[in-house]
């Protein structure tokens, strides 16, 4: 059982480059989510996603962008690379109705130079 | 006012001692509260929940809630070198409202 994936795992971006994080969950869960980590400051929602086809901006949605067209798949986006994008980057899934625990991916360490 | 609100500040404690960490938060919405332990280079995972006001004991950890005051609290206790790690709060409202706000975390650090 694999759980939530994550490819990459280290990415180096110039600024201005784009990228795509991958992000891919075999439970079948209804709810997506993409954070980001910077030290001491916790997890910021980017964006989340409740179903396929079926998206919503979180706290910090500028730079980024998403796209849901299958219950397994959860891309997030960046255009325009930029050094405050510099992070590390978790993708989620839980279940909408059952309790609420958000099973994560191993993360995606991003640095932009 | 912040929805979570943790004092990331870092803790070292002797192996034996007992771990305090807490939380408070402003969303009375919150029904859900639970605990992520986060080793270094990997993702969270769920250490425990409560749902609503009282206490959850799992072993040698201990979580308390308080609604009326807001207050949450995660006790460790025999804490062990191998419960070194970042200890999250997290809260949610719960079935269909699935966001979790977080917590900042707090890194502990059990010296042997």
């Known amino acids: 059982n694999a759980g939530v994936t994550q490819t990459p795992k280290f990415r180096i971006l110039k600024i201005g480059q784009s990228m795509t994080l991958q992000c891919t969950q075999d439970?079948?869960?209804?709810?997506m989510y993409w954070y980001r980590q910077d030290p001491g400051m916790g997890l910021k929602l980017i964006y989340y996603?409740?179903?396929?086809?079926?998206?919503d901006k979180g706290e910090v949605p500028n730079g980024y962008n998403v796209s849901r067209s299958t219950t397994e798949d959860f891309p997030l986006r960046l255009e325009l690379a930029a050094p405050s994008q510099t992070s590390v980057y978790f993708c989620?899934?839980?279940?909408?109705?059952?309790?609420?625990?958000?099973?994560f991916g191993q993360g995606t360490r991003l640095t932009v130079v | 006012q912040k929805e979570v609100e943790q004092d990331p500040g870092p803790l070292s404690v002797p192996e034996g001692a007992i771990v305090s960490l807490n939380c408070t938060y402003s969303?009375?919405?919150?029904?859900?509260f639970m605990w992520y332990r986060q080793y270094s280079r990997k993702g969270p995972e769920l250490l425990m929940y409560t749902y609503s006001s009282g206490n959850k004991e799992d072993g040698r950890f201990t979580a308390q809630v308080d609604k009326s005051s807001k207050y949450i609290s995660l006790f460790i206790r025999d804490s062990q070198p191998s419960d070194s790690a970042t200890y999250l709060c997290a809260m949610t409202g719960g079935y269909g409202n699935n966001r979790l706000a977080f917590g900042k975390g707090n890194q502990v650090v059990v010296i042997p």
């Open positions: 996603s409740v179903g396929a086809g079926i998206t």
């Open positions: 989620a899934s839980s279940y909408a109705t059952q309790l609420p625990e958000a099973f």
């Open positions: 969303n009375s919405a919150f029904q859900y």
């Open positions: 439970m079948n869960h209804n709810y």
